[in-house]
């Protein structure tokens, strides 16, 4: 029971590195020696130093015979900052206690080992379901070649996203938009098409009270011929980074136009549509672990169609627009036949005062 007890603490604080870690994972670490906490540390962004690092400079010369409790398992390679495992076994700790083994197939288990070797106590295991979910993102990335990639979605109870003139301002209510924007906060990028672009000139950018953000997600617009105005929000970089998904039939001006603006310009192979698997791999190739997918039924329809959708997040208001022809939540083709729908597993459901979220993930 005290393992779930500390681990669980050891998760609260790997939290602390909401929106700050990518494209590392969310790592906390708690020291324990006889049933005192000594020292607590969290990965607080890529390049600074570990979640053990941080707790055992806190615990210091305690931290001999100590019990350490990560939800991760301690790194034993050289990257930006030098192996935990090297500074546990000099620490002299007696214990170590792991939520989930480190997902790298190139380096999964090996820091277990070489604790394991230095004569440490090694558990693992503990609250492991609840460290995979909070490290889903960088287990997507880490373990394939695409970001990990989320839809996000408002609509009315009669599915529609917006009314037959296009208005959608607001459809859900100001607490689901503050969650809503503190997921954009996690995410290294947000997506969006250029009808919804063209059609609410949007900012993309995080938005929370009381909190300083750091650094903005790179907004991608999937804009296959360059009809983003250069006068329009998304275009502004002093705002965040964006990024113009293009087809390779667009006009080269165009390209420059963009480029005159800050703005970096991605041409894949397809000439008359921008090639989402293709943008996906060149993403993940660039450390962009993860993607929010937020307009709009088009460009969602054609992500989930392709199979590059993890996640969904709908948020429903409970309110009716009507009219045939207002905007569904999801475009494209769709599926002739029942059986052919795609489906979630691991539905959750959140309430946001009268909204609903309901959260599952792609089979």
Same mark, same amino acid.
């Given at each position: 029971?005290?393992?779930?007890?500390?681990?669980?603490?050891?998760?609260?604080?790997?939290?602390?590195?909401?929106?700050?870690?990518?494209?590392?994972p969310l790592v906390g670490a708690v020291?324990?020696?006889?049933?005192?906490?000594?020292?607590?540390?969290?990965?607080?962004?890529?390049?600074?130093?570990?979640?053990?690092?941080?707790?055992?400079?806190?615990?210091?010369?305690? $931290?001999?015979?100590?019990?350490?409790?990560?939800?991760?398992?301690?790194?034993?390679?050289?990257?930006?900052?030098?192996?935990?495992?090297?500074?546990?076994?000099?620490?002299?700790?007696?214990?170590?206690?792991?939520? #989930?083994?480190?997902?790298?197939?190139?380096?999964?288990?090996?820091?277990?080992?070489?604790?394991?070797? $230095?004569?440490?106590?090694?558990?693992?295991?503990?609250?492991?379901?609840?460290?995979?979910?909070?490290?889903?993102?960088?287990?997507?990335?880490?373990?394939?070649? #695409?970001?990990?990639?989320?839809?996000?979605?408002?609509?009315?109870?009669?599915?529609?996203?917006?009314?037959?003139?296009?208005?959608?301002?607001?459809?859900?209510?100001?607490?689901?938009?503050?969650?809503?924007?503190?997921?954009?906060?996690?995410?290294?990028?947000? #997506? $969006?098409?250029?009808?919804?672009?063209?059609?609410?000139?949007?900012?993309?950018?995080?938005?929370?009270?009381?909190?300083?953000?750091?650094?903005?997600?790179?907004?991608?617009?999937?804009?296959?011929?360059?009809?983003?105005?250069?006068?329009?929000?998304?275009?502004?970089?002093?705002?965040?980074?964006?990024?113009?998904?293009?087809?390779?039939?667009?006009?080269?001006?165009?390209?420059?136009?963009?480029?005159?603006?800050?703005?970096?310009?991605?041409?894949?192979?397809?000439?008359?549509?921008?090639?989402?698997?293709?943008?996906?791999?060149?993403?993940?190739?660039?450390?962009?672990?993860?993607?929010?997918?937020?307009?709009?039924?088009?460009?969602?329809?054609?992500?989930?169609?392709?199979?590059?959708?993890?996640?969904?997040?709908?948020?429903?208001?409970?309110?009716?627009?009507?009219?045939?022809?207002?905007?569904?939540?999801?475009?494209?083709?769709?599926?002739?036949?029942?059986?052919?729908?795609?489906?979630?597993?691991?539905?959750?459901?959140?309430?946001?005062?009268?909204?609903?979220l309901v959260e599952g993930y792609f089979?």
């Amino acid at each position: 029971m005290l393992h779930e007890i500390y681990m669980q603490r050891a998760l609260e604080l790997a939290r602390l590195g909401w929106g700050t870690t990518n494209p590392n994972p969310l790592v906390g670490a708690v020291i324990v020696k006889n049933g005192e906490v000594i020292g607590e540390g969290y990965h607080k962004s890529a390049g600074e130093p570990h979640a053990e690092i941080n707790a055992l400079t806190q615990a210091g010369e305690k $931290a001999e015979d100590s019990i350490v409790y990560v939800n991760l398992e301690p790194c034993s390679h050289f990257g930006r900052t030098s192996p935990c495992t090297d500074a546990l076994i000099k620490a002299g700790v007696q214990e170590v206690v792991i939520a #989930m083994q480190d997902p790298n197939p190139s380096v999964s288990g090996k820091g277990i080992k070489k604790l394991k070797q $230095a004569g440490i106590k090694v558990a693992v295991g503990i609250l492991e379901e609840e460290a995979k979910k909070l490290n889903e993102i960088f287990i997507k990335y880490i373990t394939s070649d #695409m970001p990990f990639t989320i839809w996000k979605c408002a609509m009315t109870l009669d599915g529609k996203v917006a009314t037959v003139t296009g208005d959608s301002k607001w459809i859900t209510n100001e607490a689901s938009r503050e969650y809503a924007h503190w997921w954009r906060y996690r995410v290294s990028a947000i #997506m $969006a098409g250029i009808g919804t672009v063209l059609l609410d000139n949007p900012m993309l950018t995080v938005r929370l009270p009381n909190v300083k953000v750091e650094k903005q997600p790179i907004r991608i617009i999937i804009d296959s011929f360059g009809k983003t105005p250069l006068n329009y929000n998304v275009l502004d970089t002093n705002q965040a980074p964006t990024v113009i998904a293009t087809a390779s039939n667009i006009e080269r001006s165009r390209v420059e136009n963009f480029k005159s603006k800050g703005v970096e310009v991605i041409t894949t192979k397809s000439k008359d549509r921008v090639n989402l698997s293709e943008l996906m791999k060149e993403l993940h190739n660039r450390q962009i672990d993860s993607v929010l997918i937020e307009g709009g039924p088009t460009l969602a329809a054609s992500a989930i169609e392709e199979g590059l959708v993890d996640k969904a997040m709908i948020f429903i208001a409970p309110k009716f627009i009507g009219g045939k022809n207002a905007p569904s939540a999801l475009g494209g083709k769709g599926v002739e036949k029942l059986k052919d729908a795609w489906n979630l597993k691991n539905v959750s459901i959140k309430h946001f005062q009268e909204d609903l979220l309901v959260e599952g993930y792609f089979i």
